[in-house]
């Protein structure tokens, strides 16, 4: 039993030995580029970069001053819908009515993002988020000329 664990024991250390030397030998024999040697372009893969071009938009110039206190009803009607505002104590509700259908959303949850929009001059930002519930683009500048100080 001795020698059987002597054999083996043998086997355990020399196989990996063995293994290591040989995967040093085949790494090492592998051929090498000189580094003297100077490559062409027709040698090299190009990767042409993507470029980004930046985009300026025009942000209005006349700042857009809004209390969101009210009591406010703002309106804005076009051929195929109205769309009507009414604000008081920071609490925004649309109606919109389109084609003889009438919806009402509440849009407070909104207030302190429509409050950074206008901060920020972008009535694009409104725009769209009014768009998300009438579904049509809104003259944001004429919607709040059109506002109104009095109490619903």
Do not use: H, W
């Amino acid at each position: 039993m001795d020698d059987f664990f002597r054999a083996s024991s043998k086997i355990v250390i020399v196989i990996p030995i063995v293994t290591i030397i040989i995967g040093l030998i085949i790494k090492f024999n592998q051929k090498t580029e000189n580094l003297n040697t100077i490559k062409t372009s027709s040698d090299i893969d190009f990767i042409t970069p993507k470029t980004v071009t930046p985009t300026i938009m025009k942000k209005n110039e006349e700042k857009i001053n809004f209390n969101f206190n009210g009591p406010l009803v703002c309106r804005f009607k076009d051929k195929d819908y109205e769309v009507n505002a009414f604000i008081k104590n920071k609490k925004i509700n649309l109606k919109v009515n389109s084609k003889g259908v009438v919806k009402e959303y509440d849009l407070s949850s909104y207030l302190p993002f429509i409050e950074m929009i206008l901060n920020n001059n972008d009535s694009q930002g409104i725009n769209s988020l009014i768009k998300m519930y009438t579904g049509k683009d809104i003259d944001i500048k004429k919607l709040v000329e059109s506002c109104e100080k009095r109490d619903f």
